[in-house]
């Protein structure tokens, strides 16, 4: 937010106001023009509208974040207006509007060289996001947990070369600051959808958000979950369908693709659908990746790897890249059916 002060405060009278901010946690950045003097409000610190009706100096509140729509708008008006686009950080990078949004890449960065050829070959394909994890979430706590901030930064090196955005996995409140500082897109993982202080610590930081679905998580709770992001001011929220949990053995999870559909009569939000996870098999990442396509997801996250017999993580999951080429091909000819394009 942005306060305009009232004509001809002193000195004395900017620094009473910026004081006041910093007693809320705020951090007040003064600009001075030759009629009014500025004070732009940071830190992520939210702040009441009304906080300053009472002080002398203000005359104006600006809000400098856009009216926000909650993430389930049934509650309000019974149906969504309409998909959100977001932006996830290029310009041509979009989930949301019309093109596909594909974000692919390896499960774990576990490499630099891997990295960047896996980057260069999925950009080629279509791809406008760069999937890899650098923290990763294991079950197993004996298993690979990925390479922390060497792989943030080969990461960030693969951005400069390839032009895509990208999405990795905050996993913690406390690593937050450092994975804003390299990503475009904060994803949260289907452990932590629950987590509802990295749900507001991820708002915070003000990038898109990549939100997965908890495996045992409804539809109420994860919009429930994006609505703790977007009531930090940050309402680029991305649902990602990744699988439940169920009896079904001969997939790793169930993808539950009727969620798509359900999530567009109900959100504004974009909602795409990682096969990957979703069945933990690779030969049904096509087929799946079709049908969620067809049924409306707004993207897809798909893991790729240029060698999936040696990946370090999900290798029997992971497309090799003509896997991922022949997909991308096949899903131009599907994409117009769907009014969609790639
Ligand atoms: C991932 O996408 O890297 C991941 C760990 O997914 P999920 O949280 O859905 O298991
Ligand atoms: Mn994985």
């Not at 009706?53 to 104006?60: G, K, R």
């Not at 207006?81 to 774990?108: D, K, W, Y």
């Not at 001969?250 to 990957?276: E, F, G, N």
Request: hydrophobic share 40%.
């Amino acid at each position: 937010m942005i306060l305009v002060l009232r004509p001809n405060c002193s000195d004395a009278d900017v620094q009473s106001v910026v004081d006041r901010l910093r007693e809320s946690g705020a951090i007040g950045r003064v600009m001075k023009s030759a009629e009014r003097t500025l004070v732009a409000v940071g830190n992520g610190v939210r702040l009441e509208p009304d906080t300053f009706n009472d002080d002398p100096h203000v005359e104006l509140v600006v809000p400098t974040v856009p009216q926000q729509q909650p993430a389930d708008e049934q509650q309000n008006r019974g149906t969504a207006r309409g998909t959100r686009a977001v932006c996830l950080g290029p310009a041509n990078a979009i989930v949301g509007g019309q093109r596909l949004g594909i974000i692919a890449g390896p499960c774990s960065v576990e490499d630099r060289q891997q990295l960047l050829e896996v980057a260069h070959e999925v950009k080629e394909a279509g791809a406008i996001g760069l999937r890899g994890g650098a923290f990763k979430p294991r079950t197993n706590p004996y298993s690979f947990q990925g390479l922390g901030e060497p792989a943030l930064e080969f990461l960030a090196e693969a951005r400069e070369a390839t032009g895509l955005a990208i999405v990795t996995e905050v996993m913690s409140v406390d690593q937050t600051e450092l994975v804003a500082r390299y990503a475009d897109v904060l994803q949260i993982g289907t452990r932590n959808m629950h987590n509802s202080s990295l749900l507001a610590a991820a708002g915070k930081t003000g990038k898109p958000v990549l939100l997965k679905r908890g495996w045992s998580a409804t539809l109420e709770e994860m919009l429930q979950a994006a609505e703790y992001i977007i009531r930090e001011g940050d309402s680029d929220v991305i649902l990602c369908e990744r699988g439940i949990r169920t009896f079904e053995s001969y997939v790793r999870h169930t993808l539950a693709l009727a969620i798509v559909p359900a999530v567009k009569q109900r959100s504004p939000l974009p909602i795409i659908v990682d096969p990957s996870h979703g069945t933990g098999v690779a030969d049904l990442v096509p087929p799946l990746s079709k049908a969620a396509v067809a049924c409306g997801a707004d993207g897809l996250l798909i893991e790729v790897h240029p060698h999936p017999e040696k990946a370090l993580t999900d290798g029997q999951q992971s497309l090799s890249i003509p896997q991922f080429q022949r997909l991308m091909s096949d899903l131009r000819t599907l994409a117009p059916a769907v009014d969609r394009a790639l």
